[in-house]
T-cell receptor
Framework: NAGVTQTPKFRILKIGQSMTLQCAQD?????MYWYRQDPGMGLKLIYY???????DKGEVPNGYNVSRSTTEDFPLRLELAAPSQTSVYFC???????????FGPGTRLTVT | DQQVKQNSPSLSVQEGRISILNCDYT??????FLWYKKYPAEGPTFLIS?????DKNEDGRFTVFLNKSAKHLSLHIVPSQPGDSAVYFC?????????????????FGKGTKLSVKP
């Protein structure tokens, strides 16, 4: 099992560019999540999904979009990147009914 | 407002001694608490958890204590080892707004950096 995988590991974007952060899990988890972690802060929920075709906003969704067409994949789309989106992004997944979430290694994004 | 607070940004402990990491929360509706460990350039890894109906959970060298009346939990590591040096995050589980259930939205503290010196 690879667990939760994320690509790319690092990315530098110019203001106004767009990109998609990829996330995949091979544990057959229904629930998937996207978090961001700013320096010296805890993780904050951006979007989550409880199954294929079902997504919803978390605490900080502005500037992001998600889709969930399969159980395995949960990409995060950044449109019109802004310096405020400079952060480390973590994808996570969990079984339905379980609070323990399993995290990917993260994507470090810099917007200049 | 911070619902989960870890007031100590860092903690330094000698190898073999006890490490105690503290966490306070404000929302009495939290029903599950978790501790995560994070090494640099890696994602958080789940360490131990406790349900709000319990006051203690133990797993090897790691024990989590929950004091609901004080809205306080702590993680004890005994004995501490150099490999335990990492950032520890406390997290509380809140109900996902539209789908209910006890899982889902984890509210994280800012973390405590533990250094265990040989």
């Amino acid at each position: 099992n690879a667990g939760v995988t994320q690509t790319p590991k690092f990315r530098i974007l110019k203001i106004g560019q767009s990109m998609t952060l990829q996330c995949a899990q091979d544990m057959n988890h229904n629930y998937m999540y996207w978090y961001r972690q700013d320096p010296g802060m805890g993780l904050k929920l951006i979007y989550y999904s409880v199954g294929a075709g079902i997504t919803d906003k978390g605490e900080v969704p502005n500037g992001y979009n998600v889709s969930r067409s399969t159980t395995e994949d949960f990409p995060l789309r950044l449109e019109l990147a802004a310096p405020s989106q400079t952060s480390v992004y973590f994808c996570a997944s969990s079984y339905e009914g379980k609070s323990e979430q399993y995290f990917g290694p993260g994507t470090r994004l810099t917007v200049t | 407002d911070q619902q989960v607070k870890q007031n100590s940004p860092s903690l330094s402990v000698q190898e073999g001694r006890i490490s105690i990491l503290n966490c306070d929360y404000t929302n009495s509706m939290f029903d599950y608490f978790l501790w995560y460990k994070k090494y640099p350039a890696e994602g958080p890894t789940f360490l131990i958890s406790i349900s709000s109906i319990k006051d203690k959970n133990e797993d090897g060298r790691f024990t989590v204590f929950l004091n609901k009346s004080a809205k306080h939990l702590s993680l004890h590591i005994v004995p501490s080892q150099p490999g335990d040096s990492a950032v520890y995050f406390c997290a509380a589980s809140a109900v996902l707004m539209n789908y209910g259930g006890s899982q889902g939205n984890l509210i994280f503290g800012k973390g405590t950096k533990l250094s265990v010196k040989p």
